[in-house]
């Protein structure tokens, strides 16, 4: 069991950056590659970035590439997303989660989610 915590959501304004953090509990964090989701009002949940289990590999959106980095630090049990140059469409709740699967764009893919934080940004 994994139970996972966001922190760092908040108010921006564009062109602005926020950094998330998701704190893991247990002692068996660096057995989960990590992902970022996202949800807007009205929108699915959609796949932001990706980073397996000792940060060899990452992964992200088109839309983030180059504006966002995924990082991890497994001694402190807690996956980082880095977010710049933040635009108003990047408005959404993020969630991140944990999972199985080497490095995972589907939600499916993934077995333990957080509760999740706010990230607004205004123009």
């Known amino acids: 069991q994994v139970q996972l915590v966001e922190s760092g959501g908040g108010l921006v304004q564009a062109g602005g950056s926020l950094r998330l953090s998701c704190a893991a509990s247990?002692?068996?964090?660096?057995?989960?590659?990590m992902g970022w989701f996202r949800q807007a009002p009205g929108k699915e949940r959609e796949f932001v970035a990706a980073?397996?289990?000792?940060?060899?590999?990452?992964y992200y959106r088109d839309s983030v590439r180059g504006r966002f980095t995924i990082s991890r630090d497994n001694a402190k049990n807690t996956v980082y997303l880095q977010m710049n140059s933040l635009k108003p469409e990047d408005t959404a709740v993020y969630y991140c989660?944990?999972?199985?699967?080497?490095?995972?764009?589907?939600?499916?893919?993934?077995?333990?989610w957080g509760q999740g934080t706010q990230v607004t940004v205004s123009s």
């Open positions: 989660a944990a999972g199985g699967t080497p490095i995972a764009t589907n939600s499916s893919e993934y077995d333990y």
């Open positions: 247990g002692r068996t964090f660096n057995r989960y590659a």
């Open positions: 980073i397996s289990k000792f940060g060899i590999s990452t």
